[in-house]
């Protein structure tokens, strides 16, 4: 979690009576952090619909001035060579200050059909590449990448086959800040999301303890889930000692929004767990309607995490068995970093005895 400095006076009014917060000021005329420039006149990001529709149902689309143009290269049949479509974006830096480029591409996640990105200059030298995107998981998907710009004036999305796994891009200008951040809070794998996504697991590989309370990988490999227990992803561990309260963590792939995965712990359904999701203008939502009066479900193309609280009464020392569904109606999921926590008492536990009433 990022903590910035918030000089304020929080006023609560009730029944003519008003309560003050703590407050926590600087100094007079002290300028705690200092915005970056860039954050004075940012430019608009851009989102890009690179479905491939017919021209009767096509529109043309809007784009912030940055966005020189987008076109589509369909595949050749070379002999010897696989084919390849490209869309390439002409771009430009709206400022100096724009130095640095957010991209992400929304795509289906299909084995030999994986994009990559090409970032080129005005002369056509190729700038860097960012290696095959996605995970092959067959499922609908999203990968962020961070492109310097300084000398990029074009970027190619590179598709083996049609192209018609790749479904939109967002782009969006970096600016840089002072971000402070406790030393040993767990680093972040990306920045901060657009959409306000969490950041995604990573698992050291090893059980670590902090404050009584153990964290325990389970796997970091991806599994694909279905929703019968035929498909489920099932686990087994062993505790030494009984905990007072664990927490299962992981990372789904496609999910409906309003069936999350459901869990099962040593034979018994301890219910759907819950979805941490980005905010609701993430172009990562895709609806899903079985006809125009039916009403529309959603689905969160791309990686997000879920928890499950586990009952202590549910574990026991010795052996124990978890399972993952996914959620009722979802015909394909996977799950990823797959952890549980679990609380142990310790010197410094706090906690109440209330007497019985």
């Known amino acids: 979690m990022v903590f910035r400095f918030v000089a304020c006076a929080l006023v609560l009014a009730c029944a003519g009576v008003s309560v003050f917060a703590q407050q926590a000021l600087p100094p007079a005329g002290t300028q705690v952090l200092k915005p970056s420039q860039s954050a004075e006149a940012a430019p608009e990001s851009a989102w890009l619909d690179l479905r491939q529709s017919s021209a009767t149902h096509s529109k043309v ?6 966005v020189e143009s987008v076109s589509f290269v369909p595949e ?21 200050n724009c130095q640095i480029l957010l991209f992400r591409l929304y795509f289906d996640d299909l084995p030999g059909e994986q994009p990559e990105l090409v970032a080129w200059d005005e002369s056509g030298t190729q700038v860097l590449r960012s290696g095959s995107l996605g995970e092959k998981s067959g499922l ?10 300084i000398g990029v004036s074009a970027i190619d999305v590179e598709v083996p086959g049609n192209g018609r796994a790749i479904r939109g891009a967002y782009l969006d200008w970096m600016r840089t800040s002072q971000v402070m951040q406790p030393m040993h809070a767990q680093r972040e794998k990306l920045p901060a999301d657009p959409f306000d996504g969490p950041a995604p697991l990573k698992s050291d590989g090893d059980d670590a303890e902090v404050f009584g309370t153990v964290t325990a990988p389970l796997t970091a490999e991806m599994i694909p889930i279905g929703s019968s227990m035929q498909n489920g992803a099932a686990f087994r561990f062993g505790l030494e000692a009984e905990p007072l309260i664990a927490l299962l963590t992981f990372e789904v792939a496609s999910p409906q929004i309003e069936a999350a995965p459901e869990v099962y712990v040593n034979g018994e359904d301890i219910g759907a767990a819950s979805l941490v999701l980005p905010d609701l203008a993430d172009p990562g939502y895709r609806g899903l309607s079985l006809s125009l009066l039916d009403t529309m479900k959603f689905q969160y193309t791309g990686w997000i995490r879920a928890q499950k609280i586990v009952p202590a009464s549910l574990l026991k020392a010795g052996t124990n068995d978890v399972i993952i569904l996914a959620g ?16 142990y008492l310790w010197d410094k536990s706090d906690y109440l005895l209330e007497p019985l009433k």
């Open 140 to 149: 609908a998907t999203s990968s962020s990448t961070i492109v310097p710009m």
């Open 76 to 96: 050749k049949n070379n002999a010897g060579a696989a084919s390849k479509s490209v869309f390439r974006l002409r771009l430009r830096r709206p400022n100096d």
């Open 61 to 66: 689309q809007e784009a912030p001035p940055w």
């Open 328 to 343: 009722a109606g979802t015909s394909a999921s996977a799950i990823r970093e797959t952890q549980i926590q679990l609380k």
